[in-house]
């Protein structure tokens, strides 16, 4: 199968891959997927108290695709809000990557990724550090 | 090294020059049809035909007239199951066949199954992938009309003990068929000393053009008999209607002569690499995990899990290599292979699954530098899985709450 050329670019570059220390108080952390089905997607996102997201990174197991889509979805949600965050739909990774249609369940999963990490912040921010330890 | 390279030999193999230096003369001057019997054109042809007869039937000590042409190992399956099916109905409609057997094999039982024609029984395999023979004894009934059993895995490359199979079969009286594609040319094989009553191989396994294949039938004790699966003609023994492909008998037949007389000095200096392949790798990568048996395999086959690192992601990487990945992500379904499965192997490391198939052509060289950029990409990998950090910080990943879809 061909990959399109943003795929080979994030794949072969991939941007903020890496982790942030879980127990900082203003990082959400989201894992989605599982190792048997093949893809596991881990976004973290550093969030400021006003709801702005200030860095991100992340860490993927899974095929080209799923590493690409992970790697865009850092660059596209820096600076954004959560809510404008939470807003965005698997159809602009499908759009921005060129995902051919056996692949749209990496973008689907870099979109469940988003809404996990800023879900996990919001559960940290109200719950407080006892919360956090659900994740990871 | 910028050149690509070649590792992925039990899906096919380049025509060796030799092979192509026979074939050159059947398509241009030397063109007769080998049914012409009425001049020399067709005389030419046939003499072609049956000299690669000789050359395949050497090479499996059977006899020439035993070798039936087809298009390919996937025709031979077809034609063996479905033609044993039909002629011998009368005399029962089970067939054993086991779990791991390819699917030119599994699809074609799926088949007979659906069209209400046989009742099938698919053995289970340990977890090097060998089937256990008193299982086959175990699973015969007075209607098993045919046991097929493959003699070396494509994926894993799993060696079948044939030999134990094939005595059952005999003592009791039922047919034995093998798909040895994978196994002729690399691995000895003697169908009288096996048991072996039909036997489907290719010639684009062992340095051969592609299209096309043969079917052992034996001939004597006992006599089997096919229903033929295309009429016409009645080229074959009556077994396979359609003219000839005469370049490619030859070129099958040239392939045999040579896998013959290089059989022992190949086989040894391919395992020797494949040995060396393993080896560098697994002395430089920790979680690296052989599948399949470590000794009964195919010399030229190491399948390796390369855990916490998704198989496509590592042949996307190693762009400049071709090799084989476990996991068929690319379907919509999502399914790693269902021969890992059956080994028992989780669909987690199933996933991580890299088939190297190592043949003729390669040299210590490209073993060396796939093993490096091998061992490069995979801790590359591992750098941004996210599997590999919990693994490291003591996470128990199979009992993870995962957010499954």
């Known amino acids: 199968m061909a990959y399109s050329d943003k ?7 991939p941007r903020n891959v890496g982790s942030f220390s879980k127990d900082e108080p203003n990082v959400g952390t989201g894992i989605v997927g599982a190792p048997e089905c093949g893809d596991v997607m881990k976004l973290q996102l550093k969030i400021s108290a006003s709801g702005i997201i200030e860095d991100a990174r992340f860490k993927t197991f899974g095929c080209g695709s799923a590493i690409a889509s992970s790697s865009y979805v850092t660059e596209l949600i820096k600076g954004k809000t959560i809510d404008e965050a939470y807003a965005i739909k698997n159809t602009q990774i499908v759009e921005e990557l060129k995902l051919p249609p056996v692949k749209i369940h990496c973008s689907v999963l870099a979109e ?16 407080g550090p006892e919360a956090a330890k659900k994740v990871g | 090294m910028t050149r690509l390279v070649y590792m992925d030999n039990h899906a096919t193999t380049p025509v060796d020059p030799r092979v192509l230096e026979a074939m050159l003369p059947y398509f241009t001057e030397k063109f ?3 049914a012409s019997r009425n001049h020399a054109f067709g005389w030419e042809a046939e003499a072609a035909v049956d000299r690669a007869r000789e050359q395949i039937a050497k090479l499996i000590n059977a006899k020439a007239k035993e070798i039936i042409f087809t298009s390919g190992a996937t025709e031979s399956d077809n034609l063996a199951l479905k033609g044993v099916v039909e002629f011998y109905k009368e005399k029962g409609n089970h067939i054993i066949t086991v779990a791991t057997e390819h699917k030119a094999i599994l699809d074609t039982c799926k088949a007979l199954e659906r069209k209400g024609l046989v009742t099938v029984t698919y053995l289970p395999i340990d977890e090097c992938g060998v089937v256990n023979p008193d299982d086959v004894r175990k699973a015969i009934t007075d209607k098993t009309i045919l046991i097929s059993i493959m003699q070396a895995n494509n994926e894993i490359g799993t060696i079948q003990p044939l030999h134990e199979i094939g005595k059952i079969a005999k003592e009791k ?3 034995f068929h ?8 690399k691995l000895p094989v003697d169908v009288e000393a096996m048991g072996i009553d039909l036997m489907s191989f290719s010639a684009h396994k062992i340095y051969g053009p592609k299209g096309i294949g043969g079917l052992y039938v034996r001939a004597r004790n006992p006599r089997v008999r096919l229903a033929a699966q295309m009429d016409g003609g009645g080229h074959e023994r009556g077994m396979r209607s359609g003219t000839l492909n005469v370049t490619g008998i030859v070129g099958l037949g040239k392939a045999c002569e040579l896998a013959g007389e290089l059989l022992e000095s190949e086989s040894e200096r391919i395992l020797r690499m494949r040995e060396r392949l393993r080896q560098k790798i697994t002395s430089a990568l920790d979680e690296v995990y052989l599948n399949g048996h470590p000794m009964q395999r195919l010399p030229g086959n190491l399948n390796l899990s390369f855990a916490f690192v998704e198989g496509e992601s590592l042949l996307m990487g190693l762009k400049d290599i071709a090799v084989s990945s476990g996991s068929a992500c690319t379907s919509a379904t999502l399914e790693p292979s269902y021969v890992l499965r059956a080994l028992g192997v989780g669909d987690d490391l199933a996933h991580t699954s890299i088939r190297f198939g190592l043949g003729r052509f390669n040299t210590d060289e490209e073993v060396d530098y796939v093993a490096e950029r091998v061992i490069r990409e995979v801790t590359r990998l591992r750098e941004m899985s996210p599997l590999y950090e919990m693994a490291k910080e003591g996470v128990d990943l199979k009992n993870f709450n995962w957010a499954r879809d």
């Open chain 2, 173 to 175: 009286g039922i047919l």
């Open chain 2, 32 to 34: 007769g049809n080998a």
């Open chain 2, 178 to 185: 093998s798909d040895a594609t994978q196994g002729v040319g």
């Open chain 1, 112 to 127: 469940d990724a988003i809404k996990a990490a800023v879900s996990d912040w919001k559960t940290r921010k109200a719950g």
């Open chain 1, 7 to 13: 795929v080979l670019d994030h794949y072969e570059n």
